[in-house]
């Protein structure tokens, strides 16, 4: 069936890289997406990958996808404090998007 | 001129109360969602609607009972509520059923006492 993989938890030092992971499941998939929300809010498409590219960079945000072995991830230079959110992975399913668990990003001083 | 607006945001009622939750969006969207997001924010879908017509129903309690009068509104009834039902609710709307960004609501943060 259907699911999306990906870790709970990331802390990571201001002014360091994040990588956020997600594997997933759906080999059919058209668009990989990563969705970000912040505290109290709803969630916001922050960018998405066509399945035929291995990558796409848009200013701080890398996002790599490798195909065969289903694994998508984001990486956030320079992170800032700003950056502390929940970072929601997510597949196109056959009617419907399917959303991972959610990383949650914890900025350190 | 919020593109997916809800309301309430806040929703604080008894147990075995019937409240409804208001979704509109103003993107000219054929399909809308319903979510559900638990305390530890995993999310789940409910509803789904695409032009009007009742697409997705993920085993929800018919406690629940979507109503969707036009595209562009996709409302949410519960009846006999339960201390379960706390849990923030999305709506959001997407250009079409599939392969298609979804816009999201600011959510209706519903707590049953």
């Known amino acids: 069936g259907e699911d999306v993989e990906q870790s709970l938890f990331l802390s990571v030092r201001e002014g360091d890289s994040s990588v956020i992971n997600c594997t997933y499941t759906?080999?059919?998939?058209?668009?990989l997406y990563w969705y970000k929300q912040e505290p109290g809010a709803g969630l916001q498409l922050l960018t998405y990958i066509f399945s035929n590219m291995d990558m796409k960079q848009d200013q701080r945000l890398t996002v790599l996808l490798n195909k065969k072995d289903k694994h998508l991830s984001l990486r956030i230079a320079d992170t800032q404090t700003g950056d502390s959110a929940i970072y929601f992975c997510a597949e196109d399913g056959d009617d419907k998007i399917i959303f991972g668990k959610g990383t949650r990003l914890h900025i350190l001083p | 001129d919020t593109a997916v607006s809800q309301t309430p945001k806040y929703l604080v009622t008894q147990m075995g109360n019937d409240k409804s939750i208001k979704c509109e969006q103003n993107l000219g969207h054929d399909t809308m969602y319903w979510y559900k997001q638990d305390s530890k924010k995993f999310l789940k879908i409910m509803f789904s609607?695409?032009?009007?017509?009742?697409?997705i129903n993920e085993t929800v309690p018919n406690r629940f009972s979507p109503k969707s009068p036009d595209k562009a509104h996709l409302n949410l009834h519960i009846n006999s509520l339960e201390l379960g039902d706390s849990a923030v609710y999305f709506c959001?709307?997407?250009?079409?059923?599939?392969?298609?960004?979804?816009?999201f609501g600011a959510g209706t943060r519903l707590s049953v006492l």
């Open positions: 959001a709307s997407s250009p079409g059923l599939a392969k298609n960004i979804q816009y």
């Open positions: 609607y695409n032009n009007k017509e009742l697409i």
């Open positions: 759906d080999s059919s998939s058209t668009y």
